[in-house]
């Protein structure tokens, strides 16, 4: 079946623009968590959702990102005044359920902030 | 704080022969312990993953051997071949808001030579 699938694969912005990067999980997989990729930080936790409760931020590195999940699916996470060192690739990732440990991931989006 | 430590940074094995990347922590928390493996421009995939209360696993070439009490963990690669040139990343497991947050290692860039 269909894996994770991440839009847009590539996103180039200003530094100041706000930036919306989508994630369609697996089907059926009510878990979802997204991590960031950069060479400095290599690969870190960002934020976890489990179908319709309230998420886990605990890795949220500042106010400027946000997430939400409509419907218990679909995610989007939103960085607000983009800086230069939120170049990244955004990685999301999906579980079939609460507390399921296999983590599947999308192929990413690679943001850079010029 | 790194709470995985992952080495070598690089590996370059012979075609046929054994690679070998070491992995140690720290958290007595974490409670599964997954490898992952990338190629350029896709995003991470699960490889194998391991319990803390076995020490070791096999699927195909590809072998955990894990030691509870020195909190280290390895991944063997046997008869290694040209297209296992990735880089590899060990990670732990740990709970986040009933999810399981993934910390990950530095990662290991390992290349196959003919």
């Known amino acids: 079946g269909a894996g994770v699938s991440q839009s847009p694969s590539n996103k180039v912005t200003e530094k100041g623009k706000d930036v919306e990067l989508r994630c369609d999980p697996i089907s059926g997989h009510t878990a979802l968590y997204w991590y960031r990729q950069s060479l400095g930080q290599g690969l870190e936790f960002l934020i976890y959702?489990?179908?319709?409760?309230?998420?886990?931020k605990s890795g949220l590195p500042s106010d400027r990102f946000s997430a939400e999940r409509t419907g218990g699916s679909v995610s989007t996470l939103t960085i607000q005044r983009t800086q230069q060192e939120d170049s990244a690739v955004y990685l999301c990732a999906s579980s079939i359920r609460q507390g399921a440990y296999e983590q599947y991931f999308g192929p990413g989006t690679r943001l850079t902030v010029t | 704080q790194q709470q995985v430590k992952q080495s070598p940074q690089s590996l370059i094995v012979q075609k046929g022969g054994i690679s070998i990347i070491n992995c140690a922590y720290e958290n007595t928390a974490f409670d599964y312990f997954p490898w992952y493996q990338q190629f350029p421009g896709k995003g991470p995939a699960l490889l194998i993953a391991?319990?803390?209360?076995?020490s070791e696993k096999k699927e195909g070439r590809f072998t955990i051997s894990f030691n509870k009490s020195a909190k280290q963990f390895s991944l063997h690669i046997m008869d290694s071949q040209p297209g296992d040139s990735a880089t590899y990343f060990c990670a732990a497991s740990s709970k986040t808001g009933g999810g399981n947050k993934l910390t990950f290692g530095t990662g290991t860039q390992l290349k196959v030579e003919l």
């Open positions: 391991i319990r803390p209360d076995v």
């Open positions: 959702f489990q179908g319709n409760s309230a998420p886990d």
